[in-house]
């Protein structure tokens, strides 16, 4: 498909739906395993996988900043016919996200426990979290090698295989999960055990790609090692840091909630942490299904077609965020009853914790995927600047201030307040930044 002359509305809601499927079942590992260990363990099973979260945000981010700083790259290049550049672009993608997956992977096997105690984990809650790892760590460094190829498969003409990729695991899981969890009594240790084996499935389906004849993704002996590893992390570095920030955006809910509230609102926040995670994926599948199209036409000097696919983004990102706050105000207890055994405490305080921090939704899907289409028209210190404003700055005083100046509960306020500040500083630089 050409990038340049096809269709802009057909090409980029055939990207979005490959985009979606893979991000949405990306984060089916975590749901899943959610619903399962909430349902098997109750409560305490589901603020367990709420303290092993961010571990989930840190390998997914790592995997992001190589993968879309090099596939942007690669995209550029592509643009410009420059096949030295683009072979440079995804061999040091490679070998940068094989260094990044080594150390992560020596720092979980050796630091499981100090890591889990930091995210808010206490002595009920550290066995169980250990337990759900144990299994994962044999398989660590596939989930940051999933994520970076699956961003060059999309701009490779591949996104299909990308989805179907991510599909094949992530449907191992699901059975996975019901067969490890309740058939064999495995409990939490099988929730991890499906997941693992799910993400190494996914890998290995689309190192297929590799050995299609459309392949132009080709490994060369890397020049410039340091300048071009900057360039990636420079380009990359939003999108690992929306990610990364909601690491550790939830390490300081858990340990505020435990501090301010209790354990059952911490199980209640472990439901939130998902529901957050599908919304999020719903904007990256928006910026990842744009970013090829704005990344190619920018570089040819294309703007009429920059600007209409940035329309048809910011269409999808409403529509989504929408349907999203809609769904969390109008059926709390649905969302409660799938990812745990619901207590009468639980019932008492999780649908107005769910409906107020849920106002952030309608905004979150706009925000993220414009941190994609600032890095895909060269701009990333804009991009970093809303990225580290909305995951970091703002979102952190927020979470810290709220529950000190007012009451417990108003630190689930902290995150719609941010959308909304970041929301309205992303519609001044859109129209500031019209290319």
């Known amino acids: 498909m050409d990038l340049l002359t096809s269709n802009i509305k057909k090409t980029y809601y055939k990207y979005l739906a490959s985009a979606f499927g893979s991000a949405l079942i990306t984060s089916i590992y975590e749901i899943v395993d959610m619903a399962m260990v909430g349902q098997y363990q109750g409560p305490m099973g589901t603020a367990a996988l709420a303290v092993v979260a961010p571990i989930w945000n840190i390998v997914f981010s790592l995997g992001l900043l190589t993968g ?30 094989t260094f990044l997956a080594l ?37 660590l460094p596939t989930f940051l090698f999933a994520q970076m190829i699956a961003a060059f498969l999309r701009n490779d003409n591949s996104p299909s295989l990308a989805t179907a990729s991510v ?25 991890g055990l499906a997941t693992a084996i799910g993400s190494a499935i996914t890998l290995a389906l689309m190192l297929s790609h590799f050995f299609l004849q459309k392949n132009t993704l080709k490994i060369k002996k ?40 209790s354990s059952d609102a911490l199980a209640v926040y472990g439901v939130i942490i998902n529901i957050s995670t599908i919304i999020h994926c719903c904007g990256y599948s928006i910026g990842q299904a744009g970013q090829p199209l704005v990344s190619t036409n920018f570089a ?14 910011i269409i999808t990102a409403f529509i989504f965020g929408l349907l999203w706050t809609v769904s969390i105000f109008c059926f709390p207890l649905v969302f409660l009853n799938l990812f745990m055994k619901t207590t009468e405490q639980i019932f008492t305080i999780g649908p107005t914790i769910l409906r107020t921090y849920g106002l952030s939704f309608l905004l979150i899907p706009f925000n993220v995927f414009s941190t994609y ?37 108003s630190l ?19 129209k500031k930044h019209r290319t």
Do not use: C
């Not at 090099?70 to 996200?97: C, M, P, R, V, Y």
């Not at 599909?167 to 929730?191: S, T």
């Not at 040819?300 to 983004?313: A, E, H, I, P």
């Not at 210190?381 to 417990?408: K, Q």
């Open 68 to 97: 879309m700083g090099g596939s942007i790259l690669f995209a550029q290049a592509k643009g410009h016919n420059n096949e030295k550049e683009k072979d440079q672009s995804f061999s040091l993608s490679l070998f940068f996200t």
């Open 103 to 139: 150390v992560s992977w020596l720092v979980i096997i050796f630091f499981d426990t100090q890591l889990l105690l930091f995210f808010g984990a206490d002595d009920g809650i550290l066995p169980l979290a250990k337990l759900y790892l144990k299994p994962i760590k044999f398989v």
């Open 167 to 191: 599909l094949a695991g992530g449907i191992f899981n699901i059975f996975g999960d019901y067969f490890f969890v309740f058939y064999l009594d495995m409990g939490i240790f099988g929730a």
């Open 222 to 261: 890397p020049n410039r090692v340091l300048f071009r590893i900057k360039r990636i992390t420079q380009i990359g570095f939003a999108s690992f840091l929306i990610d990364i920030a909601m690491g550790v955006l939830t390490i300081l809910f858990n340990r505020q909630i435990i501090k301010y509230i």
């Open 300 to 313: 040819r000097g294309k703007m009429d077609r920059v600007q209409l696919t940035l329309f048809y983004m």
């Open 373 to 409: 289409y600032f890095q895909s028209i060269m701009r990333p210190g804009l991009s970093l600047l809303i990225a580290s404003a909305r995951g970091l700055v703002i979102s952190s005083t927020l979470i810290l201030l709220l529950p000190l100046l007012f009451s417990p509960s």
């Open 412 to 430: 689930w306020l902290a995150m719609p307040l941010t959308e909304l500040i970041v929301a309205l500083f992303v519609v001044f630089s859109l």
